[in-house]
Nanobody, 115 residues
Framework: QVQLVESGGGLVQAGGSLRLSCTAS????????MGWFRQAPGKEREFVAR????????YYADSVKGRFTISRDKPQNTVYLQMNSLKPEDTAVYYCNANGESTYWGQGTQVTVSS
């Protein structure tokens, strides 16, 4: 069984920073990429960023480009999301995602940005 465990969410003022982490544990599985999605109250889950596992190529939603940075630590099976210049509209539950032989999701971590 594969588990994705997120950490690093919390409450921050607008303009502040947070760093999310997601570690994959359990059985070894082949990953094409890992990434982050988010879901705000009353809205659909949306793509935030992803990184290809082998080459480290990154992709970002337009809304976070220039503010968020995704990275990975392959030996630790961990993906990070550094979030800078946070805005109130970034408030959401952030979900880690891994895609390869199958698709896996973490349980989510709350990020709240106050104005």
């Amino acid at each position: 069984q594969v588990q994705l465990v997120e950490s690093g969410g919390g409450l921050v003022q607008a303009g502040g920073s947070l760093r999310l982490s997601c570690t994959a544990s359990g059985r070894t599985f082949s990953k094409n990429f890992m990434g982050w999605f988010r879901q705000a109250p009353g809205k659909e889950r949306e793509f935030v960023a992803r990184i290809t596992w082998n080459m480290g190529t990154t992709y970002y939603a337009d809304s976070v480009k220039g503010r968020f940075t995704i990275s990975r630590d392959k030996p630790q099976n961990t993906v990070y999301l550094q979030m800078n210049s946070l805005k109130p509209e970034d408030t959401a539950v952030y979900y880690c995602n891994a895609n390869g032989e199958s698709t896996y999701w973490g349980q989510g971590t709350q990020v709240t940005v106050s104005s």
